[in-house]
């Protein structure tokens, strides 16, 4: 079965650094995600994206984070200049429509740890 | 804004049916989801429910809805090893899209041998 995947499944940085979080959807699939958890907290939306653009963000999507999809298959969360509150699980996620019985798929994971 | 609770730990026999519940606060029409973590990986989709079913049924899974309590519950049957993991239940306004999901915390379900 066709599935997301994400690398790096962890990612180690220090404070200030820029990272980017990779991300190959479901190569038939429109609509993209990025969702994180904080250990021990829920998962939270953070921006979903479709025909190359953001169609939607959250409070927590600021100026430090960008979206791109550079090529026809990956799909990168950059987060410019890291703070600690940033380390968490990022999952990528898409779906092939954006409503709600076209099932969201989501990756494993990057564990972003930032000291 | 909305909410979703569950209780944060389960630990059954193997063999023995798992009722993992769910609360929520939404009260129009919505999805109401329930994924399955194992460490490591992802969240892989179980099934889902609109708001309109009482129930749905798939192999070993039953989702049942009452939308009076706004209560939802996941019971396996005949539990094995192999479904230990974190389930959270996942809610959604039809109105919204994905963007709009609310996920619980999670409840861990310990299969014990």
């Known amino acids: 079965e066709p599935e997301v995947t994400q690398t790096p499944s962890h990612q180690v940085t220090q404070m200030g650094q820029e990272v980017i979080l990779r991300c190959v959807p479901i190569?038939?699939?429109?609509?993209f995600y990025w969702y994180r958890q904080i250990l021990g907290q829920k998962v939270e939306f953070l921006v979903s994206?479709?025909?190359?653009?953001?169609?939607?963000k959250s409070e927590i999507f600021d100026d430090q984070f960008s979206v791109e999809r550079p090529d026809g298959s990956n799909f990168t969360l950059k987060i410019r200049s890291t703070k600690l509150e940033d380390s968490a699980m990022y999952f990528c996620?898409?779906?092939?429509?954006?409503?709600?019985?076209?099932?969201?798929?989501f990756g494993n994971g990057t564990r972003l740890t930032v000291t | 804004g909305e909410d979703v609770e569950q209780s944060l730990f389960l630990s059954v026999r193997e063999g023995d049916s798992s009722v993992i519940n769910c609360t929520y606060t939404?009260?129009?029409?919505?999805?109401l989801y329930w994924y399955k973590q194992e460490p490591g990986a992802g969240l892989q989709l179980l099934t889902y429910i609109f708001s309109n079913m009482d129930m749905k049924q798939d192999q070993r899974l039953t989702v049942l809805l009452n939308k009076k309590d706004k209560h939802l519950s996941l019971r396996i049957a005949d539990t094995q090893t192999g479904d230990s993991a974190i389930y959270f239940c996942?809610?959604?306004?039809?109105?919204?899209?994905?963007?709009?999901?609310?996920f619980g915390t999670g409840t861990k379900l310990q299969v014990i041998p």
């Open positions: 939404d009260s129009s029409s919505t999805y």
């Open positions: 190569s038939n699939h429109l609509y």
């Open positions: 996942a809610e959604i306004p039809n109105s919204g899209g994905y963007q709009k999901v609310t």
């Open positions: 994206f479709y025909n190359n653009e953001i169609s939607e």
């Open positions: 996620a898409s779906s092939e429509a954006s409503t709600l019985n076209s099932p969201l798929h």
